[in-house]
């Protein structure tokens, strides 16, 4: 039987840092010529999610795509957030029911489905009813992906710990834990403490990372010390940045790069959902000039793009946008990152450690200088720093908390660009990253080995 028979479906949750690994995934599952059917809930709540669907769309054709309409929450059980992704989450486990019916109708029945970590429990019951085999799609390292499915065993010592010992991992320090996940009542928490126990429930979990950046976390994942019972971990990435990813508009700061020197210019971006306060925002503009390195800065002053309506000059004021001016460029737009960090112009990248911006930076081999704001951040800092090529200043506060003032920032730019034992750890890291996607890499053998199987559901 042909692999055209395989019919995969992904479902992808709120927020760009979601949306392009699981279409990345999507892309690669149809090379590998599956028949490919992706649910998504319209509106987005980013512009940019809007966008890239339609994209991907024009550029796949022939793939199914279904959209999910939503249903308001009849009771909503959280109001400790007002963060636009985590109230979609919210809303989209709400909408489950209409879930079974859109799937059982599909043509050919399907052969697996594919889930977004934040939808472990609104999509497992309706596989199960299905008989279909279900992965999850973690979006983060391997190294959270221990600390989420550890966690629940460690709430009731929590309030004492130190550090979280996580058998078979480094210890992390209890000041990387994600906020939110110590304090009680919080809607991420409860997620976490849902969806974590059913891990095991589920054929395998697919994460984007490879041996050579978290052989440690994946080696204790996969002989089940960090949960007894854990399916296969499946390192498939580093995924490949996609053309249907890419827009004619954000050409600019490519153009702006193409005639600065190879490795001298430092590019400093947040991810799709970091906006700093401003004068965090202006300590960064200060701390760019502080460096005396040439630079490519984006700004983001909402958390959704499309309540963005202030002007730049107004974020930075316009004596500290007229002193940037000589050594960099600064914009305050979506840019194509992935092809940004392929330039041969960037030398170092100031990120606050998303999973996507580090594995985009391990791709193109570029130095990280981690500065975490959130989240899943300080602990995949930890993975960037562990491994060699990233440098991360500790004592900086989570967003929010304090702010870290343009010296400090300036010097620890220039500390980066002239590290040499950086820049050869991360050109051994994208070396490594190349070959595990390459023709018999992990992800390939991986891929192949699950769609034989798939294959016996058909
Ligand atoms: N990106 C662009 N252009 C921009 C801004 C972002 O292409 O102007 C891309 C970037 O290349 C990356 C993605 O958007 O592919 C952003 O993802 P990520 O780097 O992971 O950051 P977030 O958007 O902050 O992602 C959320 C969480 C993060 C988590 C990630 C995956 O904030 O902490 O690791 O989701 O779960």
New binding site residues.
């Given amino acids: 039987m042909s692999s055209e028979a395989v019919h995969v479906a992904l479902m992808p949750s709120a927020?760009?840092?979601?949306l392009?690994?699981c279409l990345r995934l999507a892309s690669l599952l149809v090379q590998y010529h599956c028949k490919v059917t992706l649910i998504t809930t319209l509106p987005t709540v980013s512009l940019a999610e809007e966008q890239l669907i339609s994209r991907f769309h024009s550029t796949f054709p022939q793939l199914n795509q279904i959209h999910l309409q939503l249903q308001k929450p009849s009771s909503p059980s959280h109001n400790s957030t007002t963060d636009p992704f985590f109230l979609r989450y919210e809303a989209i486990r709400a909408s489950s029911n209409l879930l079974s019916p859109l799937l059982s109708s599909l043509s050919p029945p399907l052969s697996a489905f594919v889930t977004d970590v934040f939808l472990i429990s609104l999509l497992l019951p309706i596989t199960h009813g299905l008989g279909l085999p279900n992965y999850i799609l973690f979006?983060?390292s391997a190294a959270m992906f221990s600390f989420f499915s550890h966690f629940p065993t460690l709430v009731p010592s929590l309030p004492e710990l130190d550090d979280v010992k996580i058998p078979g991992i480094s210890p992390i320090p209890i000041s990387s834990i994600p906020h939110m996940l110590l304090l009680p009542n919080t809607i991420f928490r409860k997620i976490v403490m849902e969806d974590s126990p059913k891990v095991t429930k589920f054929q395998g979990v697919f994460v984007n990372t490879f041996e050579a950046l978290e052989s440690q976390s994946l080696g204790a994942l996969n002989v089940g010390k960090v949960v007894k019972g854990m399916p296969p971990i499946y390192a498939i990435g580093p995924f490949k940045p996609c053309e249907f990813?890419q827009e004619g508009q954000w050409e600019a700061p490519l153009r702006w790069l193409d005639d600065k020197p190879v490795g001298s210019v430092v590019y400093v971006?947040?991810?799709?959902?970091?906006a700093m306060g401003r004068v965090q925002i202006r300590e960064v503009g200060e701390g760019l000039v502080r460096s005396g390195c040439r630079f490519l800065w984006?700004v983001k002053d909402k958390v959704v793009d499309r309540e963005e309506e202030v002007e730049l000059d107004e974020v930075l004021g316009l004596e500290l946008e007229e002193r940037m001016r000589e050594k960099g460029l600064v914009v305050k737009?979506?840019?194509?990152?992935?092809v940004i960090l392929g330039h041969k112009a960037v030398g170092g990248f100031v990120s606050?450690?998303?999973?996507?911006?580090?594995i985009?930076a391990a791709w193109n081999g570029v130095p990280i200088m981690a500065w975490p704001q959130?989240?899943?951040?300080k602990i995949?800092a930890g993975v960037v720093e562990m491994s060699g090529w990233g440098m991360w200043n500790k004592d900086w506060d989570w967003a929010g908390e304090g702010v870290v003032k343009g010296d400090e920032i300036g010097e620890a730019i220039k500390e980066m660009m002239k590290n040499e034992s950086l820049k050869i750890k991360a050109s051994q890291l994208k070396e490594a990253g190349r070959k595990a996607t390459s023709v018999g890499g992990d992800c390939e053998v991986a891929l192949k080995k699950l769609i034989q199987e798939w294959k016996k559901n058909v």
């Fill in positions: 927020g760009m840092g979601h392009i690994p979006t983060s990813e971006c947040f991810g799709s959902r970091t984006v737009q979506w840019v194509d990152q992935s606050h450690c998303g999973w996507n911006s580090v985009e959130h989240g899943d951040q995949n």
